[in-house]
Nanobody, 126 residues
Framework: QVQLVESGGGVAQAGGSLRLSCAAS????????MGWFRQAPGKEREFVAA????????YYADSVKGRFTISRDNAKNTVYLQMNKLKPEDTAVYYC???????????????????WGQGTQVTVSS
């Protein structure tokens, strides 16, 4: 049974940093895409970043490019999202996701993913 468990959310000031972690278990993830999405109150879930488990190619939403970095640790089966220069508009619940990425070429659609974590809250104060 696949499990994705996020951690590292919290409160940060604008301009600050947070690092989210996603511990993955239950299967071999080589060949999978690991992604981060977020959902703010009253808004639809939106793509943040993705990484190919094998090879490590990365993809980012324009809104976070240059500020956020996605990475993975194969030995720990963990994916990270380093968030720097945080803005109040980054406030949302952040979700980790895993999938085979067959729907879009940039792995930015929720249909690219089959498994989802429970989410972790990130709040950025101005």
């Amino acid at each position: 049974q696949v499990q994705l468990v996020e951690s590292g959310g919290g409160v940060a000031q604008a301009g600050g940093s947070l690092r989210l972690s996603c511990a993955a278990s239950g299967r071999t993830f080589s060949g999978y895409i690991m992604g981060w999405f977020r959902q703010a109150p009253g808004k639809e879930r939106e793509f943040v970043a993705a990484i190919r488990w094998s090879g490590g190619s990365t993809y980012y939403a324009d809104s976070v490019k240059g500020r956020f970095t996605i990475s993975r640790d194969n030995a720990k089966n963990t994916v990270y999202l380093q968030m720097n220069k945080l803005k109040p508009e980054d406030t949302a619940v952040y979700y980790c996701a895993a999938g085979v990425g067959y729907y879009s070429s940039t792995y930015s659609h929720h249909r690219d993913y089959d498994y989802w974590g429970q989410g972790t809250q990130v709040t950025v104060s101005s």
